[in-house]
T-cell receptor
Framework: SAVISQKPSRDICQRGTSLTIQCQVD?????MFWYRQQPGQSLTLIAT?????????ESGFVIDKFPISRPNLTFSTLTVSNMSPEDSSIYLC?????????FGQGTRLTVV | QKEVEQDPGPLSVPEGAIVSLNCTYS??????FMWYRQYSRKGPELLMY????GNKEDGRFTAQVDKSSKYISLFIRDSQPSDSATYLC???????????FGKGTKLTVNP
């Protein structure tokens, strides 16, 4: 199984600011996935990030709000922009997609 | 109707009990069915996956899929306090990379 390191593990941010979450994998992977886990809600896919191309966003998520970078095959970042309290959630990166998805430990974000 | 429905609980049982966790779904194209376990402040980890209908057993855990009823279950035998976690069901269509998750059921096993 892969080791996925996510930073920061938690943060408290002021509304209107932005936070960049980093995800580092110990092996090269083609696709990386970013999820949001809101309290009491399903884990929801935000976008899929392929190295060397624009991320593909799911319905309800836009690049201006959640810009993603994928500079190489082991690293990705997700930025939560112009934050509001509604963005308070756990954000997780993942690899593998299909039946053997692996997740980072998540970033617990609180917007005040 | 949500694609995947899962009772969020919480569910509290005594040690040694048999636990039954369930999900229903609406998309008949789902072919792979997974159960993830998520401890507090950790990411989900894959417990088991099954393809199509039938049962799959792994130690104290049994996953069951009934595609005709669009219903999946996870049974935990002889539950232990270390099983206390949130259990998420997830599903995926064949050829897709997109997992669809239930809300998760929070389980507490009391010693």
């Amino acid at each position: 199984s892969a080791v996925i390191s996510q930073k920061p593990s938690r943060d408290i941010c002021q509304r209107g600011t932005s936070l960049t979450i980093q995800c580092q994998v110990d092996s090269q992977v083609t696709m990386m996935f970013w999820y949001r886990q809101q309290p009491g809600q399903s884990l929801t896919l935000i976008a899929t990030a392929n190295q060397g191309s624009e991320a593909t966003y799911e319905s309800g998520f836009v690049i201006d709000k959640f810009p993603i970078s994928r500079p190489n095959l082991t690293f990705s970042t997700l930025t939560v922009s112009n934050m509001s309290p509604e963005d308070s959630s756990i954000y997780l990166c993942s690899i593998g997609g299909d039946t053997e998805a692996f997740f980072g430990q998540g970033t617990r974000l609180t917007v005040v | 109707q949500k694609e995947v429905e899962q009772d969020p609980g919480p569910l509290s049982v005594p040690e040694g009990a048999i636990v039954s966790l369930n999900c229903t779904y609406s998309n008949s194209a789902f072919q792979y069915f997974m159960w993830y376990r998520q401890y507090s402040r950790k990411g989900p980890e894959l417990l088991m996956y099954t393809y199509s209908s039938g049962n799959k057993e792994d130690g104290r855990f049994t996953a069951q899929v009934d595609k005709s009823s669009k219903y999946i279950s996870l049974f935990i035998r002889d539950s232990q306090p270390s099983d206390s976690a949130t259990y998420l069901c997830a599903m995926i269509q064949g050829g897709s990379e997109k997992l669809v998750f239930g809300k998760g059921t929070k389980l507490t096993v009391n010693p």
